[in-house]
């Protein structure tokens, strides 16, 4: 099991954030491909890595790349382990999640979130974000 922190991510407002953002960056003249990458600062486009709307009440969560790439091999890694299982615990309380995004790699992530919990599996775990707790999730088998 890994431990450490689950944080929310792709809830409502930081999809807001990230929507005026990209109008904010738009405006000032930034390409439409450069607003939204630097709109991904500021909050979340509710989008996973293969279009999965991360809105909606699937428990959708994202793990570091390290951590899919290592169960999947560094071939075809990516489409591989979308849609794997994840049992992420919170509190005592098990849910078995899916993988539908990614997180930055682990050097890059300096909130010692481990996982990151998109709306669904919010409300799996009846949390309201913003949040940082702790958590382990493996695995599914």
Same mark, same amino acid.
């Given at each position: 099991? +890994? *431990? $450490?922190? &689950?944080?929310?991510? @792709?809830d409502a407002k930081d999809i807001a954030a990230y929507r005026n953002a990209v109008v904010t960056f738009l405006q000032a003249g930034f390409s439409q491909h450069d607003a939204e990458q630097k709109a991904l600062a500021v909050g979340d486009p509710g989008k $996973? #890595?293969?279009? !999965?709307?991360?809105? !909606?009440d699937t428990p959708w %969560? @994202?793990?570091? %790349? /390290?951590? #899919?790439? @290592?169960?999947?091999g560094p071939n075809n890694a990516k489409s591989k382990a979308h849609r794997a299982k994840v049992n992420v615990t919170i509190n005592g309380k098990? %849910?078995?999640? +899916?993988?539908?995004?990614?997180?930055?790699? *682990? /050097?890059d992530i300096h909130n010692g979130a481990? %996982?990151?919990? &998109?709306?669904? &599996?919010?409300k799996a775990f009846n949390l309201k974000p913003p949040f940082m707790v702790p958590c382990m999730w493996e695995w599914a088998q």
């Open positions: 099991m +890994i *431990k $450490g922190l &689950a944080s929310s991510f @792709a $996973g #890595w293969m279009d !999965n709307d991360l809105s !909606n %969560v @994202a793990l570091p %790349v /390290e951590d #899919w790439k @290592a169960k999947f098990t %849910v078995t999640c +899916i993988l539908g995004d990614t997180m930055p790699h *682990k /050097e481990v %996982v990151d919990l &998109a709306p669904g &599996a919010q």
